[in-house]
């Protein structure tokens, strides 16, 4: 198995450099958009370096799709320019842009082969029969398809035909960058981490440029050196995994990052200092600026223990995932989730929390005030 | 209430999809059947309802032999992976399309409606069309349907498998708490161990048309009747490794990692199962065993690192809090957690759980 991924590393060592800029990119489906909720993509600028791999991260209607659609050139935007190296693609067509994409759901012809559907981007490009012999096999091996190379792939289940799929993506060797379109939505967990590690092997052996969509946090964080994170057509925050998770920038990122997500509550700032629950909230930064509509205080489940005093809440349930305790409390503000380890011992009716002081934010009108 | 697979058996030519299977089912319960695609999971949910007919075996409700009753003549009510509403009707009268069929009066139906929307988070949508609704709101629909009902069997087949992650993560947190007052028996089918975990109840593990084991969730979870069980439950994937037990004496044969263990079984051959939270790179329990690992991978997510290793002849995975950054080809030290080893016989069978 490992054999044959060294031998996909080296197909894919021809493939071209692409440093990937997106200006100032906005976008409408509309004719006449109205106002800001009328744009699908507000003022979008990236740059993506040569060679990394990259998420964009998001709920359904969060713009992301656009975005993809834009890169590919399926779609040109209403305002701005994409560049590839510099040189400006905005009104190039898919073809032009060299780019490999795989979509969600299988794209395959049923009535052919599995080997003529991973031939066919080949044949396509005028290859020799040899050429086109030997990278099929190749990609048949790495992705476990050789035993069905001569069976139609309508009999093949949902992650068979959606391999196919990814090996339809990976056998071409003249393309600039990689998009992959929720690749893994249909595949059986078990096999989602082979998957996803030989992407994320792959990638950081031979360093090309892969853009990876998705609305699965996992996914995005374990793939991508750098996370883009979308709400509501608007990049909330770019960063590693790490950062996304121990800094929110926004109330969005903390709420879709994390697994319960961040608490966020509401709390009052008076003289500079954070009330919450009639009690002053150490933090690790200055509030100076107070005009806002919404101030609110955030904390992961991760960094909130179990104490003698602090803030009183009320024990609601406890789900035990064989792992973690996932503790669901009740305070006068709201609910608050906390997260344990299996083996800890939780209260049973009411107990005493508090924050870990690195990890309190706070926020206002939704972005973390610094 | 009950509902009793007796010797259930599904044949189509001369291909199996369900080998002889038993299982009673207890009012107020949720159950999970955890499988992967191809298991036989809709299949048997299929026989449950009635859409089907088993070739041999019989099924019983509240002690009535229904093998064979038409769907339609059984309380029951089915939730599919895709979201299946009537476009032209608005969320209101999808929710109300079952009661008004059975002809149940205006008031009532209003009233109905209107908890389980409320329930479920539709109040607001009631005068929609399910085309304007996002996909959460959608299942949400097919849910309240499901509900409105007061079906005395619910089957869920897959129902947040079409969601967002962050969707699948919150209504995966409110099933259990819709059924907690009702008095039916509810079905769940997921591929995924994590939604068994967080929705309790009791699991049924399937692999390839057969029900390997059924049980309370947690039991199952901990208490593998058999190596396939503990793999089907699993994820991400469980570590195996084969191991020699002389006197107090375990020894891994492939990376020659050992440790003392007083359990009680005969000197001889065994295989142990470890999931990956019970390999870290720090000690975790009061019994661990330092292992070298060579990284193939490793994986952050933020809160958690998976650090994919080779250790001897084996190819594991680990999976540790915080932050673990770790550069291929790497040698770690990694600490096996002995208290939480799952110890197979030969056959495969669980012979101790640590």
Not at chain 1, 11 to 29: C, E, F, G, R, V
Request: hydrophobic fraction near 35%; glycine fraction near 6%.
């Amino acid at each position: 198995m490992w054999m044959s991924f060294y031998i996909l590393i080296q197909i894919i060592d021809w493939y071209p450099m692409a440093k990937i800029t997106l200006k100032n990119l906005s976008h409408t489906y509309l004719k006449k958009p109205n106002n800001d909720a009328d744009w699908a993509l507000k003022d979008i600028n990236i740059d993506w370096k040569d060679g990394g791999a990259y998420a964009l991260l998001g709920p359904s209607g969060c713009g992301k799709t656009t975005l993809l659609n834009i890169i590919s050139g399926l779609l040109k935007p209403s305002k701005g320019e994409i560049l590839f190296n510099d040189k400006d693609v905005t009104s190039l067509n898919p073809v032009e842009r060299d780019i490999a994409q795989i979509f969600q759901f299988p794209v395959i012809y049923d009535t052919m082969t599995v080997y003529d559907n991973l031939a066919f981007p080949l044949k396509n490009r005028g290859l020799s029969k040899t050429e086109i012999d030997s990278k099929v096999k190749e990609i048949a091996e790495m992705l476990e398809l050789t035993p069905t190379l001569n069976n139609k792939a309508a009999g093949l289940t949902a992650d068979g035909k959606q391999k196919i799929s990814l090996g339809r993506g990976l056998v071409r060797s003249d393309v600039n960058v990689i998009m992959f379109d929720e690749p893994l939505t249909v595949i059986d967990p078990h096999l989602k981490w082979v998957l996803r590690s030989k992407l994320k092997e792959l990638h950081q052996k031979i360093n090309r440029t892969m853009i990876y969509v998705t609305h699965d946090q996992i996914e995005a964080l374990t793939f991508a050196d750098q996370v883009v994170v979308m709400h509501e057509g608007q990049i909330v925050q770019t960063g590693t995994p790490i950062e996304l998770f121990e800094k929110p920038k926004h109330t969005f990122v903390g709420h879709f990052i994390g697994s319960p997500g961040m608490n966020i509550l509401p709390c009052e700032i008076k003289n500079g200092q954070v009330n919450f629950e009639g009690k002053i909230l150490p933090n690790n930064t200055s509030i100076k600026k107070t005009n806002f509509n919404k101030m609110q205080v955030g904390i992961r489940p991760e960094f909130i223990n179990f104490s003698k005093e602090g803030i009183k809440v009320k024990i609601k349930r406890v789900s035990d995932t064989g792992r973690h305790k996932v503790i669901d409390t009740e305070c006068s503000s709201g609910s608050i989730k906390i997260l344990a380890n299996a083996s800890a011992e939780i209260p049973s009716d009411s107990a005493h929390i508090t924050f870990d002081e690195k990890y309190t934010y706070v926020y206002g009108d939704d972005w973390i005030i610094e | 209430m009950s509902l009793e697979l007796k010797n259930v058996e599904k044949k189509v030519g001369i291909e199996t999809h369900i080998y002889s299977t038993s299982l009673k089912l207890e009012k107020n319960t949720i159950n999970v059947l955890l499988g992967s695609t191809l298991a036989g999971k809709t299949t048997l949910m299929q026989i449950m309802a009635g859409l089907d007919k088993p070739t041999s075996g019989e099924i019983w409700f509240d002690g009535e032999n229904v093998t064979g009753k038409e769907v339609q003549k059984r309380n029951c009510s089915m939730v599919y992976q895709q979201f299946i509403n009537y476009p032209n009707f608005t969320v209101f009268e999808n929710i109300a399309s079952p009661l008004k069929i059975t002809g149940v009066k205006p008031d009532e139906i209003k009233e109905r409606v209107g908890k389980v929307a409320e329930l479920l988070k539709l109040s607001a949508m009631l005068n929609k069309k399910p085309d304007e609704l996002s996909g959460g709101q959608q299942q949400r629909t097919a849910l309240a349907r499901a509900l409105v009902k007061d079906s005395d069997l619910i089957l869920l087949d897959e129902p947040l498998a079409n969601l967002d992650f962050k969707l699948r993560e919150e209504l995966r947190e409110e099933l259990p708490k819709l059924f907690e007052d009702r008095d039916c028996i509810v079905v769940y089918a997921t591929t995924e161990p994590l939604d068994a975990l967080m929705i309790g109840g009791n699991t049924a593990t399937l692999l390839e048309g057969k029900v390997i084991q059924y049980g309370k969730t947690l039991n199952v979870y901990k208490k593998p009747e058999n190596l396939t069980s503990a793999k089907v439950f699993s994820d991400p994937p469980i570590n195996i490794a084969e191991i020699s037990k002389s006197g107090e004496m375990f020894k891994i044969k492939d990376n020659n990692a050992q440790w003392k263990s007083n359990i009680k079984i005969k000197d001889g051959n065994y295989k142990i199962g470890i999931r990956p939270h019970n390999i870290t790179t720090y000690k975790e329990g009061n019994n661990s065993v330092e292992i070298d690992g060579k990284v193939l991978i490793s994986e952050i997510s933020g809160s958690e690192s998976l650090i994919h290793f080779t250790s001897g002849k084996l190819n594991w995975v680990s999976l540790s809090n915080g932050i673990q950054q770790k550069n291929i080809g790497e040698h770690t030290k990694l600490f096996m957690n002995v208290d939480e080893f799952l110890y197979f016989d030969t056959n495969n069978r669980l012979v101790s759980n640590g």
